[in-house]
């Protein structure tokens, strides 16, 4: 824990009290995941329970002693994608090299690839993300990444 900086204990600890919902000091593991990406991480599925992270709620609780070696660790974790990295497989999908894609190809993206969602998540996503499809289905995919990574 000695790596993160002042600044960085302060943010994990306002963040980690914003997921204390019942004021004890203690956050469900089942949150670790979004409490990470609050505090603009990227972990997988497969990171956040290898870093205690539950797939249930109310089988283990973290105090903010056990949650900053986590968070040092997450942070030092390369097995996480930045938005170049995501940039990059979209542009795959970009046939004329003008920062667009087709709508439907993206959705599809976000229900095959990767850490797959299911339906009501792309829905929800692309609802709250994606710019309206231009007369050919096309779609600024630059622009939704900032959006989800926001």
């Given at each position: ?11 994990a600890s ?66 996480q994608g ?69």
């Amino acid at each position: 824990m000695s790596d993160l900086s002042k600044n960085d204990v302060e943010r994990a600890s306002f963040a980690f009290s914003i997921y204390d919902f019942e004021g004890k000091g203690k956050i469900d593991a089942f949150n670790l995941g979004d409490l990470l990406r609050a505090l603009n991480s990227n972990p997988t599925l497969a990171t956040i329970e290898k870093l205690g992270g539950t797939k249930k709620k109310g089988e283990k609780l973290l105090t903010l002693e056990e949650f900053l070696p986590i968070y040092s660790q997450a942070k030092k974790d390369k097995d996480q994608g930045a938005y170049e990295d995501f940039l990059e497989c979209l542009k795959l999908y970009d046939k004329n090299e003008n920062g667009l894609m087709l709508g439907a190809e993206l959705t599809h993206t976000l229900l095959a690839l990767g850490e797959k969602l299911d339906d009501s998540e792309v829905a929800e996503v692309t609802k709250d993300c994606m710019d309206p499809e231009d007369d050919d289905g096309m779609i600024p995919y630059a622009a939704f990444l900032k959006k989800v990574m926001a």
